[in-house]
């Protein structure tokens, strides 16, 4: 199943990481102070991402 993890970085701030099935990490979350902020964090991915859509961004080289 895939998984989120929830742990502390070197600095003392809560990070979250998706995992896949297989165990590749697919998602790191940023920083948070809080550990409460590191949970709305992904319950922010797991709420919005559903429906997000897939926006491709040119490199600088096939802008030209």
């Not at 600095?11 to 697919?26: D, H, P, Q, T």
């Amino acid at each position: 199943m895939p998984k989120f993890e929830v742990y502390t970085d070197k600095s003392g701030k809560y990070r979250f990481r998706l995992k896949a099935k297989n165990g590749e990490i697919v998602a790191i979350g940023q920083g948070y102070a809080t550990k409460a902020g590191c949970m709305n964090g992904i319950k922010s991915v797991k709420s919005n991402a559903v429906d997000a859509e897939i926006v491709e961004i040119p490199t600088p080289s096939e802008e030209e």
